[in-house]
T-cell receptor, first 109, second 115 residues
Framework: RKEVEQDPGPFNVPEGATVAFNCTYS??????FFWYRQDCRKEPKLLMS???SGNEDGRFTAQLNRASQYISLLIRDSKLSDSATYLC??????????FGTGTSLTVIP | EPEVTQTPSHQVTQMGQEVILRCVPI?????FYWYRQILGQKVEFLVS????????KSEIFDDQFSVERPDGSNFTLKIRSTKLEDSAMYFC?????????????FGPGTRLTVT
């Protein structure tokens, strides 16, 4: 069973659209959750941590549902520069991190 | 803004050779990690390192691999007797110790090509 599962997409959306990505994790002991973005052949870069109460950073909103072991990312008013792969990352101890396969997003002019 | 650096950016080696990938973590960080990403696949955890010893390692991190922090700044990944399937991007990451944040910061990666 995969530790972290994501819909790989691809998601192709027009500029200005709202898009949502989902992620599920298998280890109920997981404590910390993140969304990273990865551009082609580049390193993962932190987009945002995900907190139990949900959190927002500008156009980005992350939600965590511990009971369902589910994490989401909502992007509003999509920009061309949002085109990337979005990685869901989970850890229980901070010593080993599990990555999803990533969800590919292309924002179309 | 401080960042994790990695050298070389691209390493080509012949099957059976040994390679050493180098990383300089952010200076006040105390936890260090290596990951690999085979082209088109997900980022996979290899090993974490704290206080000069391995904290955790994955099934991928077998006897072919070793890590070292030889001089207090560099953090290296050695791959012995490389195989074709070792071709991948190798990312180093680091994070601070303590508090509630376990956010990692990644280096730009080393692309390893085994021929």
């Amino acid at each position: 069973r995969k530790e972290v599962e994501q819909d790989p997409g691809p998601f192709n959306v027009p500029e200005g659209a709202t898009v949502a990505f989902n992620c599920t994790y298998s280890n109920s002991a997981s404590q910390s959750f993140f969304w990273y973005r990865q551009d082609c052949r580049k390193e993962p870069k932190l987009l945002m941590s995900v907190y139990s109460s949900g959190n927002e950073d500008g156009r980005f909103t992350a939600q965590l549902n511990r009971a369902s072991q589910y994490i989401s990312l909502l992007i509003r008013d999509s920009k061309l520069s949002d085109s990337a792969t979005y990685l869901c990352v989970v850890t229980s101890t901070g010593n080993q991190f599990y990555f999803g396969t990533g969800t590919s997003l292309t924002v179309i002019p | 803004e401080p960042e994790v650096t990695q050298t070389p950016s691209h390493q080509v080696t012949q099957m059976g050779q040994e390679v050493i990938l180098r990383c300089v973590p952010i200076s006040n960080h105390l936890y260090f990690y290596w990951y690999r990403q085979i082209l088109g696949q997900k980022v996979e955890f290899l090993v974490s390192f704290y206080n000069n010893e391995i904290s955790e390692k994955s099934e991928i991190f077998d006897d072919q691999f070793s890590v070292e922090r030889p001089d207090g700044s560099n953090f290296t990944l050695k791959i012995r007797s490389t195989k074709l399937e070792d071709s991948a991007m190798y990312f180093c990451a680091s994070r601070v110790r303590g508090g509630t944040s376990v956010v990692q910061y990644f280096g730009p990666g080393t692309r390893l090509t085994v021929t």
